[in-house]
């Protein structure tokens, strides 16, 4: 999965453990104990999938999962705006997913 490099250093260095997607068909089956190879530019982190919650909307998932799990260097209301501008409202209506991982290896 491709990250903008902000949300890929996080990951990186361990900060990030929630990582925010919508519920496109192709993570439906995504589950515990998988892996999730995580890409910006030639840079890459392999995380190992510790739970999958699923929620309406991302502020239900902001709300629950903590913000500060999603983006230790952003206020909630920031977290809030940002994945918006990269998710639409037809994005969201899919369903949202939040993935806990864990981070095993960056290269």
Known sequence: MNLYRRYFDLVADG???IEVRVQYPKLRDLATGDYIRFTCGGDDALTKVKRVARYRSFEELLDTEG???VDPTSPRD???TAIRRIYGPEKEALGVLAI???LVATT
Do not use: R
């Open 100 to 102: 806990e991982i864990e």
């Open 67 to 69: 913000h500060e799990k």
């Open 78 to 80: 920031q977290q809030l």
């Open 15 to 17: 900060s990030k453990t």
